[in-house]
Structures are given as structure tokens and as C-alpha cells.
């Protein structure tokens, strides 16, 4: 089974449909520099769905559909007079589909690692989120941590400073933001971009053909031909 009739398997056929036809629209689109595959995860309900829409489409809505399974959306930026399309993938935060989303780790670049600031379970449960991330991705991933629904400000049970601590502990950086308000949305994701271009033109710089290892690093770019050495993100 490919990964895309995987994909579907996991969506109802109006949403698999949907987003086919958006993925195939801009996948044609081959005018790029770079292509970044990025994975937005965490518990059930804190917003990743929302988020994602908040940046793609400058969307929100207060209803919870909860994801079945797994979704991706395509956005293309400029950084740096760079054009990187983004294959953003929204996964499900139920653990039920825990197998089919770690799959889909391998390959990915970036992490958004959201917690919900009004829940505490899913704050406890980042530790665990950062371990997944860890076992199943390249060992290079770029990881933001996330307390999102800040807007809420009533409602928060995770202070600011925990969430802050918690990214030092765990070596990421940190954002609080609403997907609701708009608040940080677009901010976290051009960081994201921009760390990996940091840690891409690093590793370029020191790349060793001869180093082969278990967990080798992922695409860079869908355009083979286009030599990229010159990374100046
Ligand atoms: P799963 O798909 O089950 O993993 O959940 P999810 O993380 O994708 O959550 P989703 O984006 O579906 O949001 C869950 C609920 O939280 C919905 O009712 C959203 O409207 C709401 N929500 C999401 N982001 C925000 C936010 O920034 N502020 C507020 N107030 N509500 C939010
Ligand atoms: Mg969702």
C-alpha cells in the first residue's frame, strides 16, 4: 500500500478527495528551491488541526473534528529569497492511530510539539511526545514546543515559565501562541523553516559522503537536478 492510499485509507472519501485534489494542485507546482516535510503533533484537542488551518488558510472554526488518522496540507513561502514549500502533515493526537502517525515521522525535518496551556495532561504529556519524536524521526529534526490556546488566559493551568523550562530541559525552543487569535502561528512556522535551513546549510557544510548510518537524513528538495550547496537560508 503506498503512502498516499494509506493516507486515504484513514480519511472519509469526501476529506481524502478534498485534500488529493489541493496536494495534486500544488505538487504541480515544481517552481522551488527547497521542500520541508513537516509533522505538527500532541494530545487530542489541542489544536494542531486548528493551527494548521489558521496558517494555510487563514482559517478557525470552534468546532472539534477530531483527525482520523492523518492530513497534509502544501504551503509555499519565501525565506531569505528562498521559495521552500512546506508539506505540512496534521496528525491525529488519539492513541489509536499511534502506528499509522509515527510512520510517517521518517522524513520529516521539522516538529511542532503542541500542548494545550489549558490542559495539563497534555503538557504531561510533551515528555513522552519528545521520545516518540526521538524513536521514530531522523536524529537532525528540528523541534518547536508549542503551548497553544493562549488565548485563553482564564482558563491556563500551565504557566508560561514551566512550558519555558520544559523546552530548555528538552533542547527546543518555545512559542505560546492561539490559533484562535492568530497569535504566533506564522511566527512558529517561519522559525521552524528557518532553523532547519540553519542546520541544513550546517550539515552540508560538514558533509562526509563516506558516513553512512542507520538513520539517514531526508530529502531535502524534490528537485534532484538543482544542486544546492549554496544555501544561503
Ligand atoms: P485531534 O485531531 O483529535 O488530534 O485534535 P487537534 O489537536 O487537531 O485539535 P483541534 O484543532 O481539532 O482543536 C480542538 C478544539 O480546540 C476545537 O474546538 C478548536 O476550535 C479549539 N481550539 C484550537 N485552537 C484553539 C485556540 O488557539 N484557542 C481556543 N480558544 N480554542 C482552540
Ligand atoms: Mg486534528
Redesign the pocket.
Known amino acids: 500500500m503506498s503512502r498516499h492510499d494509506l493516507r486515504s485509507a484513514f480519511l472519509p472519501p469526501k476529506m481524502a478527495s478534498a485534500t488529493a485534489t489541493y496536494g495534486q494542485k500544488e505538487s504541480s507546482d515544481q517552481n522551488f528551491d527547497y521542500m520541508f516535510k513537516i509533522l505538527i503533533i500532541?494530545n487530542?484537542?489541542?489544536?494542531?488541526?486548528?493551527?494548521l488551518f489558521r496558517y494555510a488558510d487563514d482559517s478557525?472554526?470552534?468546532?472539534?473534528?477530531?483527525?482520523v488518522g492523518i492530513d497534509f496540507k502544501v504551503k509555499t513561502i519565501y525565506r531569505n529569497d528562498k521559495r521552500i514549500k512546506l508539506q505540512i502533515w496534521?496528525t491525529?493526537?488519539?492513541e489509536r492511530y499511534r502506528t499509522i502517525t509515527t510512520a510517517y515521522y521518517r522524513g520529516a525535518m521539522g516538529f511542532i510539539l503542541m500542548y494545550d496551556i489549558t490542559n495539563e495532561d497534555s503538557f504531561n504529556a510533551v515528555q513522552d511526545w519528545s521520545t516518540q519524536i526521538k524513536t521514530y524521526s531522523w536524529d537532525n529534526a528540528q523541534v518547536l514546543l508549542v503551548g497553544?490556546?493562549c488565548?485563553?488566559e482564564d482558563e491556563r493551568v500551565v504557566a508560561a515559565d514551566r512550558g519555558r523550562q520544559l523546552s530548555d530541559q528538552l533542547g527546543f525552543e518555545y512559542f505560546e501562541c492561539?490559533?484562535?487569535?492568530n497569535i504566533n502561528v506564522k511566527q512558529t512556522f517561519e522559525r521552524l523553516v528557518d532553523i532547519i535551513c540553519e542546520k541544513m546549510s550546517e550539515s552540508l557544510d560538514n558533509a562526509d559522503p563516506a558516513v553512512t548510518g542507520a538513520k539517514q537524513g531526508p530529502q531535502l528538495t524534490e528537485q534532484p537536478e538543482r544542486p544546492h550547496q549554496d544555501c544561503a537560508c
Open positions: 500532541g487530542s484537542s489541542v489544536g494542531k488541526t486548528s493551527f478557525f472554526t470552534p468546532a472539534f473534528v477530531s483527525t496534521d491525529a493526537g488519539q497553544n490556546k488565548d485563553m492561539s490559533a484562535k487569535d
